[in-house]
T-cell receptor, first 114, second 114 residues
Framework: EAQVTQNPRYLITVTGKKLTVTCSQNMNHEYMSWYRQDPGLGLRQIYYSMNVEVTDKGDVPEGYKVSRKEKRNFPLILESPSPNQTSLYFC?????????????FGPGTRLTVT | GNSVTQMEGPVTLSEEAFLTINCTYTATGYPSLFWYVQYPGEGLQLLLKATKADDKGSNKGFEATYRKETTSFHLEKGSVQVSDSAVYFCALIGPGGGADGLTFGKGTHLIIQP
């Protein structure tokens, strides 16, 4: 089954404790991205990747890192989480960027930073 | 920059009522327009899209027409069902490929009562 998977689905952590949210897709997609969803703000892009070893900042990259060492994986790294990073995070992928190719979204990771 | 404005809700309707969710956008040139749906506890799914002016996207009884003159992409359905209860997001990708991903509205929470 074609899908985007994220782990963990739920995470409660404390300020400053490094964490990684994994994202994996099995569709051989070149384009992957991370969004955060906050009430009243909708979804905002954090980082995106056009292909292996090619990443770029989205609208809200501060406090986040990403890597793309393999085509299928695109982990989101919070080196020193803070309470303002409490949010619902979505990973997405598409064959290529742009309007022609549908973006597939993962089920989301709900992160709470205390 | 690009932006999307949509009514936030919640919008509460009775089953079989007519639905309209308004969406307007600001973008340079002619973007591609999308409606995504998020069911409780799930990621986003593409509902429909339109890539040029006067195009009509349709799926599962939902429709939206790309109106360049009013920069709008309103979502409509003639007779809603309880199963349509979800959060609906209007989104766009700018012309030129959209490597930086989708720009989303804040989302509209739709509640359908039996």
């Amino acid at each position: 089954e074609a899908q985007v998977t994220q782990n963990p689905r739920y995470l409660i952590t404390v300020t400053g404790k490094k964490l990684t949210v994994t994202c994996s897709q099995n569709m051989n997609h070149e384009y992957m991205s991370w969004y955060r969803q906050d009430p009243g703000l909708g979804l905002r892009q954090i980082y995106y990747s056009m292909n292996v070893e090619v990443t770029d900042k989205g609208d809200v990259p501060e406090g986040y890192k990403v890597s793309r060492k393999e085509k299928r994986n695109f982990p989101l790294i919070l080196e020193s989480p803070s309470p303002n990073q409490t949010s619902l995070y979505f990973c997405a992928s598409s064959l290529l960027p742009g309007e022609t190719y549908e973006q597939y979204f993962g089920p989301g990771t709900r992160l709470t930073v205390t | 920059g690009n932006s999307v404005t949509q009514m936030e809700g919640p919008v509460t309707l009775s089953e079989e009522a007519f639905l309209t969710i308004n969406c307007t956008y600001t973008a340079t040139g002619y973007p591609s327009l999308f409606w995504y749906v998020q069911y409780p506890g799930e990621g986003l799914q593409l509902l429909l899209k339109a890539t040029k002016a006067d195009d009509k996207g349709s799926n599962k009884g939902f429709e939206a027409t790309y109106r360049k003159e009013t920069t709008s992409f309103h979502l409509e359905k003639g007779s809603v069902q309880v199963s349509d209860s979800a959060v609906y997001f209007c989104a766009l990708i700018g012309p030129g490929g959209g490597a930086d991903g989708l720009t989303f509205g804040k989302g509209t929470h739709l509640i359908i009562q039996p």
